[in-house]
């Protein structure tokens, strides 16, 4: 009977770890950047970023595509008094009392090349006049025109240059902030797992000393350990079982603020798996540079940004000297008293129009507003060149620091064992009597350092290694480009 107890206490027991352990959530750091990736608010907004743009974007191309419209003025109801010059020169306010409504279905289609407009018409106006009760029709069947600038600016030409940039420096913008996340969720996996080694730390250093303390006791009674020994394990024991109560604090906070971060309801407790180093992975920084002039948002805007300094010049030429338009319509009209009749024979009628304006005397505001865009696009050009070598000092930078990072997980990992390896040894050698207190305390404190050391450095290896990725839009242990849909 015992035996079948003991049995049954031990499946009972099995089956409570196995339910303690469903409930707790393990993570690992790629399981938390997609996580935050996909839940955090900053992904929501990122991508709510990206739709605004894409709307933009076709905003902007509808520029370039025909326009047709219907316009009118349905019911142009009128009564009042309104002044009307006789021919003497006097004015007689009359009475007037009608309905003049209108409509009108109107076509047009820019020309990027030139910036001219070629447009089209029909229209059709009807005109009640209430206090005689007479009817009488209007219309145009139909009229085409262009209106084409003079030595004008041509915003159709220079935003086809520069929107396209715009669009896909938004593009490209969406997977950095991604990649942003990335490296903050990252952060925060740290933080978390450094607050869990830290409680393991506290509640092990706590366990151990207690067991040491009792062993002292022992050997106090022996008269083997001295009064001044025994207090300073005392002290340590409350010291490790404060250390415990802010771990778990810190653990507290870590977690809330990892789960808050990247959207995961519930309250299941947080695990996290330590990650490993990144391997044999090899990063050149011209491998890196080649992504990231082939990827970047700021490599886009390089060209977008001296585009736009070029614009401004051409805006400033347009804008000064001579402009002129020229205005062509062609076209037929008719009026009767009823709708069939204004289609039938109607007249021709033509437009040809120029209009122009030449400064005479501006006192060289022409030239100053040229010669300022001129400067300011030489200014633009010396920036972009600036920034070019910050981008690639930047990345040469961080390459550099991937490597070191890499060196020093290695030897963090083995200064880890040997510290433990050391605190062992330190600890059986006091319970045997061959070491005093002191040597054990600084094998303690040797053993907990070397610990929080190598998440540190684990943590600043893959730090560097999102940073790389944010740098470069690449991925480089699946060697492609990094794309979000």
Not at 29 to 38: Q, R, Y
Not at 167 to 192: H, W
Not at 263 to 282: R, S
Request: some cysteine.
């Amino acid at each position: 009977m015992k035996r079948i107890y003991f049995t049954l206490f031990l499946i009972f027991a099995n089956a409570m770890f196995c339910l303690a352990q469903s409930d707790t959530l393990r993570l690992s750091l790629s399981d938390v950047v997609e996580l935050a990736k996909g839940g955090s608010i900053e992904s929501k907004q990122a991508t709510t970023t990206r739709e605004t743009k894409y709307w933009q974007w076709r905003s902007f191309k509808s520029n370039y595509a025909p326009q047709l419209s219907l316009s009118g003025t349905l019911p142009g109801y009128s009564k009042t008094n309104q002044q009307v010059i006789q021919p003497d020169g006097t004015v007689l306010f009359q009475p007037i009392h009608y309905d003049n409504s209108q409509l009108t279905l109107n076509f047009s289609q820019s020309i990027t090349a030139t910036g001219a407009t070629i447009y089209g018409m029909s229209q059709l106006q009807r005109f009640d006049d209430m206090d005689r009760h007479n009817i009488l029709y209007n219309g145009v069947p139909y009229a085409i025109g262009i209106s084409q600038p003079l030595g004008q600016f041509n915003s159709l030409k220079w935003d086809k240059k520069i929107q396209p940039l715009l669009y896909n420096e938004s593009k490209q913008a969406y997977m950095e902030a991604k990649e942003q996340i990335a490296i903050k969720a990252t952060g925060y996996f740290f933080d978390l797992l450094l607050a869990q080694v830290n409680l393991q730390i506290a509640e092990t250093n706590y366990s151990n000393t207690s067991n040491i303390l009792k062993i002292a006791n022992t050997k106090f009674e022996m008269g083997k350990v001295s009064r001044n020994e025994l207090l300073q394990l005392q002290l340590e024991l409350l010291n490790a079982r404060k250390a415990a109560g802010a771990a778990r604090r810190d653990l507290e906070v870590a977690s809330l603020t990892l789960r808050s971060y990247i959207g995961q309801d519930g309250n299941q407790p947080i695990k996290l798996v330590t990650p490993q180093t990144v391997g044999e992975l090899k990063i050149s920084a011209d491998s890196v540079l080649t992504q990231a002039y082939a990827n970047r948002s700021d490599a886009i805007g390089f060209v977008r940004r001296i585009t736009e300094a070029r614009r401004d010049v051409a805006l400033a030429r347009g804008q000064t000297g001579l402009t002129a338009s020229l205005t062509a319509n062609l076209g037929y009209s008719n009026s009767a008293r009823n709708i069939p009749d204004v289609y039938k024979s109607p007249q021709n009628q033509q437009l040809l129009q120029l209009t122009f304006s030449i400064p005479v005397l501006d006192w060289g505001r022409s030239k100053a507003k040229i010669k300022t865009a001129e400067a300011n696009e030489q200014l633009t050009t010396y920036t972009v060149e600036q920034d070019k070598q910050n981008f690639k000092q930047q990345i040469i930078t961080q390459v550099t620091l991937f490597d070191q990072m890499k060196e020093q997980v290695g030897l963090s990992a083995e200064a880890d064992s040997i510290a433990g390896e050391k605190y062992k040894i330190a600890k059986e050698r006091y319970i045997l009597g061959n070491t005093g207190i002191t040597d054990l305390s600084i094998a303690f404190e040797e053993n907990d350092q070397a610990k929080r050391d190598h998440v540190t450095a684990l943590r600043d290896l893959w730090g560097a290694y999102y940073q790389l990725r944010y740098l470069s839009l690449y991925d480089f242990e699946n060697q492609k480009k990094i794309i979000y849909k």
